[in-house]
């Protein structure tokens, strides 16, 4: 078993997420982070959070985005939070929201592990252009000869 640390809250509290042997998330982990994505705003606020990319967005900026109370914004920050899609990091007086990419990958591998039996039959997973298809590109391209 490999466990893998995620920073989670302004106390910087750890959460273990297990791993098998093949580093594929477990099953418990994965249900418990589509749960918290099974509800609409959090759901919003995730998407909005990974179009946003990794400088993130403060929560004042999320609320108004998507229309949330900030009470209700609070609260589904702080679940998304508490299972580690999204990470918080004080500034001065405001709080930068970000997802957690890493957490995310982890996530849809486990989704999509031996997928049928290895065939390539996710047309729209294909077709993303990851950071490990565009590496390969560039080291194609550079390569001296």
Same mark, same amino acid.
């Given at each position: 078993?490999?466990?893998?640390?995620?920073?989670?809250?302004?106390?910087?509290? #750890?959460?273990?997420?297990?791993?098998?042997? #093949?580093?594929?998330?477990?099953?418990?982990?994965?249900?418990?982070?589509?749960?918290?994505?099974?509800?609409?705003?959090?759901?919003?606020i995730f998407?909005?959070?990974?179009?946003?990319?990794?400088?993130?967005?403060?929560? $004042?900026?999320?609320?108004?985005?998507?229309d949330l109370?900030?009470?209700?914004? $609070?609260?589904?920050?702080?679940?998304?939070?508490?299972?580690?899609?999204?990470?918080?990091?004080?500034? &001065?007086?405001?709080?930068?929201? &970000?997802?957690?990419?890493?957490?995310?990958?982890?996530?849809?591998?486990?989704?999509?592990?031996?997928?049928?039996?290895?065939?390539?039959?996710?047309?729209?997973?294909?077709?993303?252009?990851?950071?490990?298809?565009?590496? &390969?590109?560039? $080291?194609? #391209? #550079?390569?001296?000869?």
């Amino acid at each position: 078993m490999f466990a893998g640390r995620v920073k989670l809250g302004e106390r910087r509290l #750890t959460r273990l997420i297990y791993f098998d042997n #093949t580093y594929n998330m477990e099953t418990l982990t994965a249900a418990e982070l589509l749960a918290a994505l099974g509800h609409e705003s959090r759901l919003a606020i995730f998407r909005l959070l990974v179009e946003a990319g990794p400088e993130g967005m403060n929560a $004042s900026a999320i609320g108004e985005k998507l229309d949330l109370p900030p009470a209700t914004l $609070s609260f589904h920050l702080a679940h998304l939070n508490r299972v580690g899609l999204i990470r918080g990091q004080r500034e &001065s007086r405001f709080i930068r929201y &970000s997802a957690e990419f890493a957490t995310m990958d982890e996530l849809i591998a486990f989704l999509t592990h031996s997928c049928c039996q290895g065939n390539a039959c996710l047309s729209k997973t294909a077709a993303c252009d990851t950071t490990e298809k565009r590496r &390969s590109r560039i $080291s194609k #391209t #550079t390569r001296p000869e």
